[in-house]
């Protein structure tokens, strides 16, 4: 076996990094700017809407202390009353674990009861309480405000288009 040299052993110096000749910001664009507006792709336009959202929705039912997540929640099992959690992880686009922790945070304040499923007990099934239903109906409000502000600009028929278009996509893509 040979051994290395010194030359192939000793480190280098570290280099010192050059610094270019003239440093140019790139401005950002807003919302609405360039890639983030009509010339934008259509995928990015739609997460920057929701994005948009969301955070305007956790600011609107902070004080209510509930996250957009558990309003998610609260309304698939105020709609569809008896789902388990993996059924409600489905509707809500939500992990399992995700939902897992919002289902015990939601039953540990009183919004929500479990009953065993009457065929496979094992099965959880989820329903609102009197206190879930009081809190969705708190949240609801302040969301139907914010979407009577994104459906501002629009008429019935060009809100009934986009509502068919949207819903369109997440039928049509499901199935990739």
Not at 84 to 94: E, I, N
Not at 109 to 115: E, L, P, R, S
Request: glycine share 8%; hydrophobic share 45%.
């Amino acid at each position: 076996m040979t051994r290395k040299t010194a030359a192939i052993t000793k480190s280098k110096a570290p280099r010192k990094p050059t610094a270019p000749a003239e440093i140019v910001a790139v401005r950002v664009p807003a919302p609405g700017e360039g890639k983030r507006g009509e010339q934008g792709y259509l995928g990015y336009l739609l997460r920057q809407a929701h994005a948009a959202v969301r955070l305007t929705m956790e600011r609107t039912l902070a004080d209510l202390g509930v996250t957009s997540p558990q309003f998610a929640v609260l309304t698939m099992l105020n709609a569809y009353p008896g789902l388990s959690g993996a059924d409600v992880a489905r509707l809500t686009f939500l992990t399992p674990q995700t939902v897992g922790v919002i289902i015990r945070n939601l039953d540990r304040d009183g919004a929500i009861a479990m009953t065993p499923h009457p065929v496979r007990g094992r099965i959880q099934q989820w329903t609102l309480t009197q206190r879930g239903t009081t809190l969705l109906k708190a949240c609801r409000e302040r969301v139907i405000a914010l979407e009577k502000r994104l459906a501002a600009s629009l008429d019935a028929k060009a809100e009934t288009a986009i509502r068919r278009w949207l819903a369109g996509i997440a039928a049509d893509l499901q199935e990739d």
